[in-house]
């Protein structure tokens, strides 16, 4: 079975990180919520975390894609529906990237023009 967890990862104060989750609620997307300065130093390095809000998109724990800052919803629709329906995850290069192709069909490659 497939889990998608979306976890998003803020600091006290943080005003894009309070924009991110009205524009998350207001879209019913469910997502923990991780207060990135009670992590250990050590963890925040693994994960890659400098800009707030940083938002994690897992599939069965792999990470599959992040978003960061402010970003319109739809481009976190677009990630959801890459974590849930893409075969591969941020450390291998994904099919699209490598046809020259983006995520929604249109050619991306610069050499075509």
């Not at 609620?25 to 300065?37: K, L, N, P, S």
């Not at 849930?84 to 291998?92: M, Q």
Request: charged share 35%; net charge positive; aromatic share 8%.
């Amino acid at each position: 079975m497939t889990t998608l967890r979306i976890v998003k990862y803020d600091v006290p104060n943080c005003r894009d990180c309070k924009i991110m989750a009205t524009y998350l609620r207001d879209a019913g997307i469910e997502y923990e919520q991780v207060d990135a300065t009670t992590l250990p130093d050590e963890q925040r390095k693994k994960l890659r975390l400098e800009t707030f809000p940083t938002i994690i998109f897992y599939r069965n724990d792999i990470e599959m894609t992040r978003l960061t800052g402010v970003r319109p919803i739809e481009e976190v629709e677009d990630c959801i529906f890459i974590a849930k329906y893409h075969p591969h995850s941020l450390d291998a290069e994904p099919r699209w990237v490598r046809k020259g192709v983006d995520r929604i069909g249109r050619n991306n490659s610069r050499t075509s023009r």
